[in-house]
């Protein structure tokens, strides 16, 4: 196997306005919504440190700070939880190492590729990782790991641009990035080309973008010259699409469970679903559940 150059840093791009969840989202971050306990973003952290990722640049925007502080010290909570013998572990997850959690800013939300393109000085020339918070992905109970560690797998097989994707029902394909798929093996299949929300009689597939993506550094320098595409804004798919065919490009298909929190339902569904997971409330929830709907 070729030795690749390992992917160190992670880019999440956290400056949308996040419109569907107003009003909750007007001084609150989308991406600091709670599944149960946990906000968003830390969902996606713990799958980038899962799949050896040290370095996590947020592309933040006004009103986005809540997002920073989260990963940061809180002194005062931590001097009073120690005060009182309360158990500080919970917090662990939320502790970085110094230096590495890094934040750039987009001034204007002209796009996911605009807020990419964001971070090239920090991402400099190497591979790097992408994640879009509001898109949840959690492991099976097998051992498979996380949706990015099972991409970092494949790309140190096959190198070149990754991106995951999930099949859909053909009417839902107009509200995604889609693939036109090449040659399959296992969970890879080869990418020939992409398209950001086609007509569903376009879509060249129903397999879709889910929200994790390895790319080649190359992609800062596509997106600098990019026009707005889909909806008006600098799309990220439009630059991936440009790069088929001069770098290796391929999906792989998650193993694991997705969940589509930029949506109402899908984050009800979220939390539902890992609810009924934990041990701590799966039972009590399983008899609100049954309750309300013998009640329907
Ligand atoms: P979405 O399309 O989900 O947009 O962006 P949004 O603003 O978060 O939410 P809605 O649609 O208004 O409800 C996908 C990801 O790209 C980021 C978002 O923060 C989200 O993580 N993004 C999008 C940016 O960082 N900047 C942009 O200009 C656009």
């Not at 204007?108 to 020339?125: F, N, S, T």
């Not at 190198?159 to 798929?181: K, M, T």
């Not at 992609?219 to 889909?230: D, I, P, W």
């Amino acid at each position: 196997m070729t030795k690749r150059k390992p992917i160190r840093k992670a880019v999440f791009p956290v400056a949308g306005l996040g419109t569907r969840f107003l009003p909750a989202t007007k001084a609150i971050p989308k991406e600091m919504l709670p599944i149960i306990d946990r906000p968003l973003i830390q969902y996606a952290v713990d799958e980038a440190r899962e799949a050896g990722i040290e370095e996590m640049i947020f592309v933040t925007g006004r009103g986005k700070t809540s997002i920073i502080e989260h990963f940061d010290i809180a002194f005062e909570l931590e001097t009073t939880m120690r005060e009182r013998n309360k158990d500080l572990s919970i917090l662990a997850p939320t502790q970085a190492t110094p230096g590495d959690i890094i934040a750039v800013r987009q001034q204007v939300p002209l796009g996911l590729g605009h807020a990419i393109w964001c971070a090239r000085a920090i991402v400099g020339d190497e591979p790097f990782a992408i994640f879009l918070p509001d898109e949840l992905m959690i492991a099976r109970n097998d051992g498979a790991g996380g949706c990015m560690k099972q991409m970092v797998e494949a790309y140190n097989e096959v190198g070149g641009n990754l991106i995951s994707v999930l099949e859909v029902p053909e009417e839902e394909v107009s509200s995604y990035g889609v693939i036109a798929p090449g040659k399959r093996s296992g969970a890879l299949t080869e990418v020939t080309g992409l398209v950001e929300k086609p007509r569903r009689e376009d879509a060249p597939s129903n397999l879709i973008l889910s929200g994790r993506y390895i790319l080649q550094p190359e992609v800062m320098r596509v997106l600098e010259a990019q026009e707005k595409g889909a909806g008006g804004e600098i799309q990220l798919t439009d630059a991936m699409a440009k790069m088929i065919g001069t770098q290796p490009f391929h999906a792989v298909t998650f193993q694991g469970k997705r969940y589509d929190c930029g949506s109402k339902t899908g984050f009800v569904e979220a939390t539902l679903a890992i609810a009924l997971e934990r041990e701590d409330m799966a039972e009590e929830v399983r008899a609100i559940a049954k309750r309300l709907l013998g009640d329907s």
